[in-house]
């Protein structure tokens, strides 16, 4: 089971790029990086996955080093409603799934 | 489409009560999940099913028991509620247990005294 080391907080101001990076030394050949984001009194919700390389979607970018020992999330010119907890999840879902404490980001004017 | 509904919203039990937490999705997903979250120590997960008639144990599945009968409901069942299982507990399902997105539900938040 794939362990991630995340930071566990960050502070940004609006409008700038904010790059959250987890570790994930022992990732196993056919696991998925995904990553989640969650506000308070809801569940977490998917925001992103790759396997290699680079994801981008119209929310984030993920980059993904060719040794896949970890890899980052890129949230573009943030806004107050950035302000969550974000979890990196290394493995395959169904099998012991490890969300770990997150980073909480927070954003301010 | 409601997606993935859990019942009840929030529960105050006394210890040593019988519970069951409900989960049903409308979205065909094979796999299912259920998680604890408590203050400071993210999301845990207690246990999983990747399709109906299979259950797994998660990292603290410890006084919880879950059945999947069919594809749609995943009750997760506390035998004899202590305090320590305090918590907010998160059902979820993905339609592969092999690197699909998961979809969360709303919460149960339950309180043992």
């Known amino acids: 089971l794939a362990k991630t080391t995340q930071p566990i907080s960050m502070d940004s101001y609006e409008g700038q790029e904010v790059n959250i990076t987890c570790s994930h030394n022992?990732?196993?050949?056919?696991?998925?990086i995904t990553w989640y984001q969650q506000f308070p009194s809801q569940g977490p919700r998917f925001i992103i996955q790759?396997?290699?390389t680079k994801v981008t979607n119209e929310v984030a970018s993920l980059f993904i080093p060719a040794d896949r020992k970890s890899s980052t999330l890129s949230l573009p010119r943030v806004s107050l409603s950035d302000t969550a907890v974000y979890y990196c999840l290394v493995g395959l879902s169904g099998y012991a799934l490890n969300f770990g404490k997150g980073t909480s980001l927070l954003v301010t004017p | 489409i409601a997606g993935i509904t859990q019942a009840p919203t929030s529960q105050i039990l006394a210890a040593g009560r019988r519970m069951t937490l409900r989960c049903t999705q409308d979205?065909?997903?094979?796999?299912m999940y259920w998680y604890r979250q408590d203050l400071g120590l993210g999301l845990r997960l207690i246990h999983y099913?990747?399709?109906?008639?299979?259950?797994g144990k998660g990292e603290v599945p410890d006084g919880y028991s879950v059945s999947r009968a069919n594809t749609d409901d995943f009750p997760l069942t506390l035998a004899s509620a202590v305090p320590s299982q305090t918590s907010v507990y998160f059902c979820a399902s993905s339609d592969s247990p092999s690197g699909g997105q998961q979809f969360f539900g709303p919460g149960t938040r339950l309180t043992v005294l």
């Open positions: 099913s990747n399709t109906a008639g299979t259950t």
């Open positions: 979205m065909r997903h094979n796999a």
């Open positions: 790759g396997y290699k």
């Open positions: 022992n990732i196993a050949t056919n696991d998925y």
